[in-house]
Each structure stands twice: as C-alpha cells, then as structure tokens.
C-alpha cells in the first residue's frame, strides 16, 4: 500500500471514492476535494524527490496502488497516475524546484501538452500563448504545464511550460464516452512571459540524483496510463463473475455462468489480463533493479517498458469488449456497469503513448534500428 503520512487509510478512500463516482462522472471532473484526499494518501508525493520531501515510491508500487484505484472509478486512477508527474518536473532547476516544493511534497501537476504551440523567445523566457486540449486533472491541479515545440536549446525534444492555475483559463468541454471523469479540459493562455528556469524538457535529463529519476521517464509516464485500462478489466472482470451466476436473460435461456461459451470467455479473458500483468510488472521490477544498482536504463529496457504498456492496455480494453460480447443483451442499456467500463478501457488503448505505433517503434528499437516514432524515448 501507499504510504499514508498524515494517517489516512486507503481502504477508506477507495470507500469514499465508490460512493461518489457517479458525481464526478455528472460533473465530468475529480474535485478538488479529492484531490486532496489523494494526496493525504502520498499519491502526490510519491515521485517527489527525497531531497524535498518526498516520499518516492518504486514504480511498480506506484502502479500497483493506481491500478487499485481504477478498479474503483477509472476517472480517478487516470487522475491519480499523474503523481508520477514528478518525474518531469526533476527536469527543471534545482532552485525552480525548491520553490515548487516550498509549502510542501504533495503537488498535483496536470498537463495539456498537445497541440504544442510555438512561443515567442523573451530575454527572461517565453511568451506563451495558445490553446491546448487535454490537461487531465486540471480541476484540482496545483501547476499546469503547456507544450511548446522542441528547439535548438532542447535537442529537438518538447518542452513543458509551468504556470500556475490563475494564469490559464480552463475550458470545460470535456464531452466524451471514456474516462469522462478526469476533467481533461482545454487550457488557454493569453500573453504570460514563463521564465525559462519554469520549463523543462520533456524526457530531458533530471538535475536530481536519485535513483527514480534514472528510470525511463516516458515508459513510466505509459505505465501510470496502462495500468488504469487494467483496473477497469479487472472491474469489469469482477462484475462478469458477479452477475454470471444470477442473470437468466429475457429468453429463458440458462444463467450465464451456466452456459460454455461464458465459462470460456471469462477464463480466456483472466488468462489473458493476468499473463499481460505479470509481465508488464515484472519488467517494470527488473528494470527498476537495473537503475538501483546504478547501472544506466538501456534503448531494450525503455522500448520493452513501452511495448509491455501499450500491449497491456490493449489487452484490457479487449478484455472488457469481450465481456460485453457475451453478455447478452443487458449491456445495450445505457446504465450497464460494462457500457461505462467499456468507454473508460478504451481510452489507454487509444492514447498516443499506448497506440499502434508503440508496437512499430518498439519492434525496430529491438532489432537494432532506431525508433520509428518521435518521443519513443
């Protein structure tokens, strides 16, 4: 489990937060409230560097922890995840850092990165303006960070503009199928000079020394998205198991969990989840052996961490589908558990660090060729 340092007990929280999910799904966004819940369970220290304060968990743990929430709500796990923001921020100076920390470890950062827009050069920074879509969590955020385009200074690699929440304009459209609880919203900035010691690049090299911030900084930020799609087949896996042995249907036909075709499928689908988990994790773990014995994450260790990621949350969403396929003809009812579970898995699929092209850039990278997507590493 988390660590809980101001006493509060996880269990509770995820108690909490079975009763109000369908609140934050009607309002389409997790409050600030609970934000705050989340962070007296250490979720939002848990990649602060130890230097500040933190608490920084092993990535596996972390997961592990997110994975338990999104069984719960999906929106939430989504949500939750992104305390492994931190990673990123280890980019940025150690000054800038002290004073993002200077009341405290728990900091929840949301990002609206894409489209990334170009912002005028200052003598201090940049002057950002622009619109950009999908900053999950910004409801309850302490900092937003916006895209801007790569440039000589960052290697060609993005860099992440930090502002805080008076200094952007929260557009709330947030109008979607899946995980329509996170609250990922478009931001608008007009006309804000950010210092350049308030930006880091992307995947850029930490200026902290410790050894989460030697892990593979994009795969972990796949790994904290996949294992949301993972929670929510695990719920929907659990609602399979439920309802199989009482659900009879309007024909007459034999309770579900009577009839071979749900037997199968059910135990096909628990191979399946739990075959991609286990390796998923048990990469993560090695890997994380790897950097602690100070040895430096490799090109394999990093496309392996992607591929493992985008295969698990494919694997997830298919599992739900598969659940709905057998299920007869309940879930065509739009208060179904497995309609909105089906909605929630298929977002990690379908997110741009998870896709398709993950398994093309991965499968070069192990073979020995460079990678076929830009931000692969």
């Known amino acids: 489990m988390v660590h809980t340092p101001q006493g509060a007990g996880f269990d509770d929280v995820l108690a909490e937060l079975a009763q109000r999910r369908q609140e934050f799904r009607e309002q389409r966004y997790v409050p600030k409230d609970f934000v705050a819940r989340l962070k007296q369970i250490g979720i939002y220290r848990a990649a602060t560097p130890g230097k500040f304060g933190g608490q920084p968990l092993p990535p596996a743990e972390f ?21 492994s923001a931190q990673v990123y921020l280890a980019a940025l100076p150690l000054d800038t850092q ?39 969590g910004c409801m309850g955020a302490d900092l937003i960070g916006v895209g801007l385009p790569g440039d000589e200074d960052s290697g060609g690699k993005p860099r992440t503009a930090v502002l805080r929440p008076d200094q952007v304009e929260i557009v709330q459209d947030w109008d979607v199928v899946g995980m329509r609880a996170t609250g990922s919203f478009d931001i608008v900035v007009r006309g804000v000079e950010v210092p350049r010691e308030w930006t880091f690049i992307r995947g850029g090299a930490p200026t902290v020394d410790e050894p989460l911030y030697h892990y593979p900084t994009i795969a972990y930020a796949s790994q904290v998205l996949a294992v949301v799609g993972a929670g929510v087949a695990r719920a929907a896996l659990d609602h399979a198991k439920q309802v199989g042995g009482g659900y009879t249907g309007v024909t007459g036909a ?29 990469l993560s773990d090695q890997v994380w052996q790897h950097v602690l014995r100070g040895d430096t994450a490799t090109d394999e260790h990093n496309a392996r961490l992607r591929l493992a990621s985008a295969h698990l949350a494919r694997v ?7 659940l709905v396929e057998i299920s007869g003809t309940a879930p065509i009812y739009t208060e179904h558990p497995l309609r909105d579970l089906a909605g929630d898995a298929l977002v990690p699929k379908q997110h741009a660090f998870l896709g398709p092209a993950i398994f093309d850039s991965a499968g070069a990278v192990l073979m020995g060729l460079p990678p076929t997507s830009p931000g692969f590493r």
Do not use: C, N
Not at 64 to 83: C, K, L, N, Q
Not at 258 to 267: C, L, M, N, P, Q
């Open 316 to 322: 997830a969403s298919g599992v739900v589908d598969r």
């Open 63 to 83: 997961l592990d922890t997110i994975e338990r929430i999104s069984v719960v709500d999906g929106s939430t796990g989504w949500v939750a995840s992104f305390g």
């Open 254 to 282: 034999p309770k579900l969990a009577d009839r071979a075709y749900y037997r199968t499928e059910v135990a096909r689908a628990e191979a399946d989840l739990s075959s991609a988990r286990a390796w998923f994790y048990d």
């Open 98 to 136: 002290a004073e993002l920390y200077r009341d405290g470890p728990d900091v929840a950062f949301a990002g609206a990165l894409f489209p990334m827009q170009r912002a005028a050069a200052t003598e201090r920074g940049y002057l950002v303006d622009g619109h950009w879509k999908f900053a999950s």
